[in-house]
């Protein structure tokens, strides 16, 4: 319960930060956070300093995301990735 009302508070703000954390981008693009680790391995959202740091320790320019989620089809692409990704998740899921 505590991370809803985190999540809730964190939409609510008048103004967003400058850098977001893989969270705070998922809470944004309303996907789990782990599909912001899928698109920024598809090349599809990109992070700010090296890639290739842990999941957990990414950071996303506010700005960069605010015009990625006004973009129809940027959105459309990524939700098709996240769906790609849950279905090959689920997949592997059933066949172990």
Not at 49 to 54: E, K, P, Y
Not at 71 to 94: G, L
């Amino acid at each position: 319960m505590e991370l809803e009302s985190e999540r809730i508070a964190f939409l609510n703000l008048g103004r967003f930060p400058a850098v977001f954390s893989v969270e705070e981008a998922g809470w944004f693009f309303q996907f789990h956070p782990d599909a912001i680790g899928w698109l920024v391995a598809a090349g599809h959202l990109p992070a700010l300093g090296t890639v290739s740091l842990a999941d957990d320790h990414k950071r996303f320019a506010r700005d960069v995301l605010v015009q990625l989620r006004s973009d129809r089809e940027w959105m459309d692409r990524a939700t098709a990735i996240v769906y790609s990704h849950r279905k090959t998740d689920s997949k592997q899921a059933n066949d172990a």
